[in-house]
């Protein structure tokens, strides 16, 4: 009788029964008893239970399971090597993913298992598309790829439940295989069983379903070396991931794993740039920029150092920019012609960005230098400019090729706004810099320049615009 549980009130005490319970002892073999030979699983006292029985109608609703939303899988890359602290790296990655998708107006789950992470999602919800979606995930530091996929899930293949796991996976790589199809198009499987004991190999899945593949849609060639399209099975221990689009996302760590600093952006293609490669490092970034007198929130926000700030700030999640004028440095140095004007100038800005980056809590300033790139970025510049301030002073584009960080600035949405018509401060504060400094003479010519230096840093700071750009602080 079907749905009922079966026991022996007389227990079996002969070594028949015992060697029989011994051999069964394995829990696939156990359901195959249940299943396959019900009367001796009643000799044996094995209880049938319901979940064991064969049922073929949630075939079908299992595949419009997968069918019916948006599952996106998500791998990351170094973080997983991290040690003891992998667990707040991942947070954070949890974190800054569901703040992206806020920023889209959606609240889907994103939940995390050994290896990846999944984002649930219908297949649309307030106007948000499923390419909207994607295109945030590509955004966002830490991520390693990401891909829309199917989830199935399996009885762990074992003899009871082998047929429907298979049965189920097949139909649906059928479906994908079918999707994808292209004329003269070459195809590959790529399986990988992350359930180590599960009955078969990665290699033996590979081979199984690419003959499915072959024998049941219009593809008729393989290509194990460069696939037109590579179909990937990714099997777990509840449940296989299926998908053919395999998307590369930014790498790095989440922002917020690794501190504060404060960039010194300018209107140049340079600076963006270094103050992407921060937080792709997990840096939280603030920004400061100068500008020849104050502005009002409504005039910085006309400037295009503002549009680079919130281009910037879909990858930092969040950034504050900060505008300042140099008006009051600019009055002081009238007052005396110098060689050294520009040099000043950076060692000035260093000065005020440090004074403003401890308010913020920030532990390093960022610059766009890149070494000999222009007069001003002489080694011997950097240092004396680096001297000026007791915070570190981070250049990570200082071994760059120009045609290196041009290229990134394409990339990342910042080259065409960086080139547009603009009057950098440093270009106005001298036109023919000198290439060679040295700390001690710039500092004794700030004494005669600058007596009360600290009262000129405050004087700056006090006429400063701060507007936030991007999502949100993390």
Not at 383 to 395: I, N
Request: glycine share 6%.
């Amino acid at each position: 009788m079907e749905g009922v549980s079966f026991s022996c009130e007389t227990p079996f005490s002969d070594l028949r029964t015992t060697a029989l319970r011994s051999a069964f002892r394995r829990e696939s073999l156990w359901q195959s008893v249940r299943l396959r030979f019900p009367a001796l699983a009643v000799a044996a006292n094995i209880k049938l239970a319901p979940s064991a029985r064969r049922d073929d109608s949630f075939l079908e609703m299992d595949r419009e399971q997968a069918t019916a939303e948006n599952t996106i899988l998500i791998h990351y890359g170094e973080l997983g090597l991290k040690g003891h602290n992998q667990r707040e790296f991942r947070r954070r990655l949890r974190d800054n993913i569901r703040a992206k998708l806020r920023r889209l107006g959606v609240n889907w789950p994103v939940e995390e298992t050994k290896g990846f992470l999944t984002v649930h999602g219908p297949p649309s919800e307030s106007g948000v598309s499923l390419k909207q979606a994607l295109d945030a995930l590509s955004e966002i530091f830490g991520i390693a790829w990401f891909s829309c996929a199917r989830r199935l899930p399996h009885g762990r293949f074992t003899v009871a439940s082998r047929d429907d796991d298979f049965a189920r996976l097949e139909g649906c790589l059928i479906e994908l295989a079918n999707e994808r199809a292209g004329a003269g198009q070459t195809f590959a499987v790529r399986a990988n069983r992350a359930e180590k004991t599960l009955p078969f190999t990665s290699t033996e899945l590979d081979k199984r379903l690419g003959a499915v593949v072959l024998r049941e849609t219009s593809w008729k060639k393989v290509n194990l070396t460069q696939p037109d399209v590579t179909f990937h099975v990714d099997v777990r221990h509840d449940c296989t991931f299926l998908f053919a689009d395999k998307q590369r996302g930014p790498g790095g760590l989440p922002v917020g794993t690794a501190g504060r600093v404060l960039v010194l952006l300018s209107g140049g293609i340079d600076s963006p740039v270094g103050a992407y490669l921060m937080a792709k490092r997990g840096c939280q970034v603030d920004f400061i920029h100068f500008t020849v007198t104050a502005e009002t929130p409504e005039q910085a926000r006309q400037s295009k150092v503002w549009r680079l700030a919130q281009r910037l700030g879909d990858f930092t999640l969040g950034s504050r920019l900060y505008v300042v004028p140099y008006t009051y440095f600019d009055l002081a140095l009238m007052r005396e012609k110098v060689d050294y004007d520009l040099v000043l100038f950076r060692r000035f800005v260093a000065r005020v960005a440090e004074q403003l980056a401890g308010q913020l809590r920030a532990q390093a300033l960022v610059s766009g230098d890149n070494l000999s790139q222009v007069a001003s970025q002489t080694l011997s510049n950097l240092v004396a400019t680096s001297r000026a301030a007791e915070m570190p002073v981070l250049r990570p584009l200082l071994g760059f090729d120009k045609e290196e960080i041009i290229a990134l600035a394409k990339k990342i949405g910042t080259y065409e706004i960086s080139i547009e018509p603009y009057k950098d401060c440093c270009a106005l504060i001298s036109q023919h810099p000198r290439t060679s400094s040295k700390h001690e003479r710039l500092a004794a010519l700030e004494t005669r320049l600058f007596p009360d230096y600290q009262s000129l840093i405050q004087q700056t700071l006090a006429e400063a615009v701060c507007l936030e750009s991007g999502l949100e602080t993390v």
